[in-house]
């Protein structure tokens, strides 16, 4: 237990055999239940699950009042393995089906690759724990000093994801989409439509749509990245593709959704003005040029392209202002600085 509840942490794993073990035996003694994931690993990472949780099962002392509540099952740590490789995100999804059904309070995420510092999971789920936001996640890109462990290339990959995010999710404050150290209500969980959620790596930018969508609150917790010996599955290039346009489709779904379906919002309107006035302008300027190089008259053209492109700008810009506003209820941002640095929270940014 923790603060009154009751606390559940779902670790994933993939070919993580010299790590989640220790993953495992590191997660904080207020966690109540560990569900460890194992996605159909080809190397020994499920062998290496059930030797840590035998051994921490026999030596726990189950709580009363939980093994009354779940069925009379005690153990603290839950192996679970896929028989097939299904993603990341189904992963996550099994360990936040068991963890409701156990009628686990808060659910956090750690990934087996030894990359989310068990020191600080109190920090992840401290909002949801005390009623702030229905989801919180980590990030690594509010300070410099947070970044010092991101190489140059993650860096560039994780702020271009950031952008495109802010437009598909509508959370225009939360960054780091791509961080995996989360914590989620059960009452959040049972409110989304799983099934309709990516089972691949793009889940996290997924699933914060879906929040949305849903009209959840959502954390932004300030943290260090770690780096270490592990290796990542993750083919960058066509993960970058595929999520990207995942977020393309997201944020036409949220825009039908909320402000066309729930409720008409002219955002939807100045985002279609913006989008037009880019796409027709561009299309001008580029035949224009097209035109000049010719010997043809494409001046007469490529103003009135110019001012397409300007009319567009405007539009997208007072959107995006129309969409942040509406959305700025729904989240939070918590500094609470790594190391040395002085814990701060931003006034004006709590949600009520």
Known sequence: MYKGKRIGVVVT???EESFVGTVIETVPDFVDRIYAIDDASPDDSWREIRRVAARINEDAEPEPALALADGGDSRRVVPIRHEENRGYGAAVKT?????ANDEMDVVAVMNGDGQMDPAILDRIIDPVVEGEADYAKGNRLLHPEDREGMSTFRFFGNALLTGLSKFASGYWTIGDPQNGYTAISRETIERLDLEAITNRYGFLNHVLT???????RVADVSMSAVYGEENSSIRYVPFVRF??????RSFIWRLKTRYVVEKFHPAV??????ATGLLGGSAGLGN???RTLRGKDGYTGAIGSFVAVLVGLIALGFAIYLDFDEN?????TRYEYSG?????????????
């Open 13 to 15: 794993a993939y070919d």
């Open 95 to 99: 360990g936040y089906k068991h963890a």
């Open 210 to 216: 879906h929040l949305n969508v849903n009209e959840c």
């Open 243 to 248: 999520v990207s346009l995942l977020l393309l």
């Open 269 to 274: 309107i100045l985002y279609g003005a913006g």
């Open 288 to 290: 224009s040029i097209v």
């Open 328 to 332: 700025e209820s729904l989240e939070t």
């Open 340 to 352: 040395a640095r002085t814990e701060v929270e931003t006034p004006d940014q709590s949600i009520e």
